[in-house]
DNA sequence: ACATTTCCATACCGATTAGTATGGCGCAAA
DNA sequence: TTTGCGCCATACTAATCGGTATGGAAATGT
C-alpha cells in the first residue's frame, strides 16, 4: 500500500518525460521501462493497459503537478493586464520544467490526442476549462473594479489568452525562444488595446 | 518518365491523408501500402526511407498544393483588417481539405516533429515565412495607404496573426467548431484595436 | 534485333510492439 | 504454521515495424 505508490508514480514520471518529448504514440512500454528499474510486470498490475496509462498521466501528473504551477503563476497585483501579462510570462519563460523545444505538454496533447481518443480529448478539455475559469474571474474582477469594459465577454477573452499561449508554444517550436519575447510584446500591446 | 511519377503522387497523397488523420510517427509505411496499390518495392524505389518520403511531402504536397490555397485566401481590398479577417475564415471555415477534428496539417507536423528533426523544423519553417512575409506586406500596404500607424512592427503582427491561427487550430480539437466562430468575434476586435 | 535502364512485385529479415501467462517473494491474518 | 493476497519478475507470443535482396516486366535506346 506503500511501496506500490512509489512504483506507480515512478512509470508516470517517467512516462510524462519520454511523451513530452517524443509524443504519446511514439511512446513505447518497453522505453518506458528500459529507463526505469519497473518491470513489465509491475506495468501492467498498476495499469491493464497503454491507454489507461495515458490517462492516468493527463489527470494524475499533469493535472495534480503541471497545475498547480498555472495557478501560481497568476499575478495578484491590482493591474489585471499586468496579471494576465505575468501569467504568459512566467510559462513561457520561467517555467522550470517546459521548454521553448518541447513545447507544453498540455498542448502537445490536444494536437496529438484529441482528434484520436474520445476519453483523451475529454481529459484534456477540462483541465483547459479550469485555466479558463481562472482567467474568466480575473477578467470579471476587473471589470466590477472599473478597468475594463463590462461589454467584453469574459468567456471569450479568456479562450483568447489560451489560444494565444497555445498558439506561441507552438510557434516557439519553430522559430526559438527569441520568438517568445516578441510574443510577450504583441501580447502587452493586445492587452492595453482593451478599453 | 511518366507513370513513374504517377505512382510516387500517389504514395504522396495517401501518405498525406493518414498522416493528417493519424500522425506521422504513428503512419507506418505498411499501412500507407495496404490502402493503396502500390507495393513496397516501389515505395523504396521513389524515396530512399521514411524521413525522406516526409520531407518530400512537406516540400511537394503541402508546400505546392496547399500553399496555394493560403495565399489564394487572402482578399485584396481596401481594408486590411477585413482582408486579413477573411483569411483566418477562410482558411478555419471554408477550406475544402481540413477540419476542424484534426486541425491543421502544417501545426500539426510542427508541433509533432519540430523538435525531432531538424530538416523538418527547416522546412516546416519555410513554409512559415512565405505566409509571414504576404501578411507583412499587407501590413505595410495597409501603413502605406495610411489605414494604420506605422509604429507597428510590421514583422510582428504577422507573426502573431500567424500565432493566433496556431492557437485555434490547436483549440478548435478541443472546443469544436463553434469556437472558430467566437474566435473570430475576438480577432475581429483585436484587428479593430490596431489604430 | 538486342541490350540497357526504368520501374515495380515478392519474399524476406531482425528488431520492436502491446499484451499475456505464470510463478514467486514478502507480509499479514487465521 | 499455513493460507491468502498484494506486488512484482521473467519469459513468452503474435503482430507489426522499417528496410533489403532479388527477380522480372515494360519501356527505351542502339
Same mark, same amino acid.
Do not use: I, Q
Given at each position: 500500500m506503500f511501496k506500490a505508490e512509489l512504483t506507480r508514480i515512478e512509470i508516470l514520471r517517467k512516462s510524462f518525460d519520454l511523451i513530452y518529448k517524443n509524443g504519446y504514440q511514439a511512446t513505447s512500454i518497453d522505453e518506458i521501462l528500459a529507463t526505469t528499474k519497473v518491470t513489465k510486470g509491475a506495468f501492467y498490475y498498476h495499469f491493464k493497459s497503454r491507454e489507461e496509462m495515458g490517462m492516468a498521466l493527463i489527470s494524475?501528473?499533469? @493535472?495534480?503537478?503541471l497545475w498547480p504551477a498555472v495557478k501560481k503563476s497568476i499575478s495578484t497585483t491590482k493591474d489585471f493586464r499586468k496579471n494576465l501579462y505575468k501569467m504568459l510570462r512566467n510559462l513561457l519563460i520561467? @517555467?522550470?520544467?517546459?521548454t521553448c523545444e518541447y513545447g507544453c505538454p498540455s498542448v502537445n496533447l490536444i494536437q496529438e490526442m484529441a482528434p484520436l481518443h474520445e476519453h483523451f480529448r475529454k481529459a484534456l478539455k477540462k483541465n483547459l476549462s479550469e485555466w479558463q475559469k481562472v482567467i474568466e474571474e480575473e477578467i470579471v474582477r476587473a471589470q466590477s473594479a472599473g478597468q475594463?469594459?463590462?461589454? @467584453?465577454d469574459s468567456q471569450n477573452i479568456a479562450l483568447y489568452v489560451i489560444t494565444l499561449y497555445h498558439g506561441a508554444r507552438n510557434m516557439g517550436k519553430v522559430?526559438?525562444?527569441?520568438?517568445y519575447m516578441t510574443f510577450l510584446g504583441e501580447f502587452d500591446n493586445y492587452l492595453h488595446s482593451l478599453k
Open positions: 494524475d501528473v499533469m @493535472h495534480k503537478e520561467e @517555467h522550470p520544467v517546459l475594463l469594459s463590462a461589454d @467584453h522559430l526559438g525562444k527569441a520568438y
